[in-house]
């Protein structure tokens, strides 16, 4: 029988890389004068950023374990295993090769390699922890008796309580390469990882765990009560789990680290795992409404409704906004035509949506190289560094989204002509 295939899955790490494209590009563009923490669009607008580079490393550790798992042959000979260690030295590779500058190499005779290659990229960070994932997973098969899940769930706990410790060693001993591999390094005269082993780590092997989870439940995952519980389970353990950290700190051996009953990335992973139920719990309804209720619409009541939602946003813009519901409807209705129209014009639809989603490192590079001087050097991004307005950040947030949805849909076909052309 085949295997029933987890679609949401998909619907997850396509949701994560727009929301990165989105978070970047707001971050890079936006002018420091609206950066109000008291401001409630901006808070919520904030947690969404600060929540997309966990969830995304949850999901590489949550797919990267389920397809392992799910493999029929296990053990070294499981394909998943060959073709997870070429994926991961290509991530660790590209995320040095990121920090390189060619433009300032050759035209501004500044050195090839500087403090910002020794960094560790969020590529590094996954592919380091991926490898780990697949060295405990041989392990698991060959030698140790110990459940998958309890074995990664137990290391990403272990990663974070013991960040703390960590960053509090003395690494001078050590090449700053190695430090930044581990920590963020205390020496703040030249570049710092952001995103090294501890505790960014810990979010891949909890997703790790979840994956396993899913692989353990078959069928079951498919049904209601499975996102429903992890919308409970994360709710849960949202307000249990500093109680928990303070009593496992009183226990001998961890009374001996330095203190990490408040470390918030144990409350982000239960947040992520509510996330994560609500997206699974949404693609559900909206899977099942569009089986089996019939509604149609032509697309000149289509437009026209969109036409007057715009009409009104734009009336909106044109009076002096006070309240922040006032301000949250001119937005809505201003830019969800924006970008509902722009959906149907350029004949978007669900499969586009999954192919962002499916090619999430490509979309990753190319992104860094516009935005962050990836590479090449190029000056796009500081073009705009802290200069637009809230209305002009979100429509260049748009319009990056919609660039990249056009660019994975349509670079196989262009391709695939090339490859047929260069073969006549």
Not at 13 to 23: D, F, N, Q, T, V
Not at 240 to 263: D, H, K, R
Not at 341 to 350: D, G, Q
Not at 384 to 407: H, W
Request: glycine share 6%; charged share 15%; hydrophobic share 50%.
């Amino acid at each position: 029988m085949k295997k029933k295939r987890l679609e949401y899955i998909d619907v997850l790490r396509s949701i994560a890389i727009i929301m990165m494209l989105e978070g970047h590009f707001m971050t890079l563009s936006l002018q420091s004068v609206f950066r109000d923490n008291q401001n409630p669009i901006y808070e919520l607008w904030k947690f969404s950023r600060g929540l997309t580079a966990p969830l995304f490393l949850c999901i590489s550790g949550l797919i990267f374990t389920y397809l392992l798992l799910s493999n029929k042959v296990q053990g070294w000979h499981n394909p998943r295993v060959k073709k997870g260690i070429k994926r991961i030295s290509l991530l660790v590779l590209l995320g040095y090769l990121l920090q390189v500058n060619l433009n300032s190499f050759f035209f501004r005779d500044r050195p090839l390699l500087t403090s910002l290659t020794q960094i560790f990229h969020i590529l590094q960070c996954i592919g380091t922890s991926l490898f780990i994932l697949i060295i405990l997973y041989l392990l698991k098969i060959y030698i140790l008796k110990i459940p998958f899940g309890i074995l990664l769930l137990s290391l990403g706990i272990f990663v974070i309580i013991f960040s703390p410790t960590l960053h509090e060693a003395n690494f001078s001993n050590f090449p700053r390469m190695i430090e930044n591999i581990f920590i963020i390094s205390k020496n703040k005269t030249l570049e710092r990882s952001v995103f090294p082993l501890f505790p960014w780590a810990g979010y891949v092997f909890l997703g790790g765990s979840l994956g396993t989870l899913i692989t353990i439940l078959k069928d079951y995952a498919h049904h209601y009560l499975f996102p429903v519980t992890l919308i409970l389970v994360g709710l849960l353990c949202k307000h249990l789990i500093y109680f928990v950290l303070e009593s496992l700190q009183l226990l001998p051996l961890f009374n001996t680290l330095e203190p990490f009953q408040y470390q918030y990335e144990p409350v982000r992973f239960c947040q992520i795992l509510v996330f994560i139920g609500v997206v699974i719990l949404a693609h559900k309804i909206i899977v099942y409404a569009s089986k089996n209720i019939t509604f149609r619409m032509n697309k000149t009541t289509i437009y026209t409704l969109l036409g007057i939602c715009f009409s009104v946003g734009s009336y909106l813009f044109t009076k002096e906004i006070k309240t922040t519901n006032q301000t949250l409807t001119a937005y809505l209705l201003f830019f969800s035509p924006i970008v509902i129209t722009l959906w149907l014009t350029t004949r978007c639809n669900y499969n586009t949506f999954l192919t962002i989603g499916q090619n999430t490192l490509s979309v990753y590079v190319f992104h860094v190289v516009i935005l962050y001087r990836g590479f090449f050097g190029f000056k796009l991004g500081g073009f705009f560094k802290d200069q637009l307005t809230p209305f002009y950040a979100i429509t260049g947030a748009i319009i990056l989204v919609f660039f990249f949805l056009a660019y994975t849909q349509y670079t196989p076909i262009l391709m695939n002509k090339i490859y047929r052309l260069s073969r006549k």
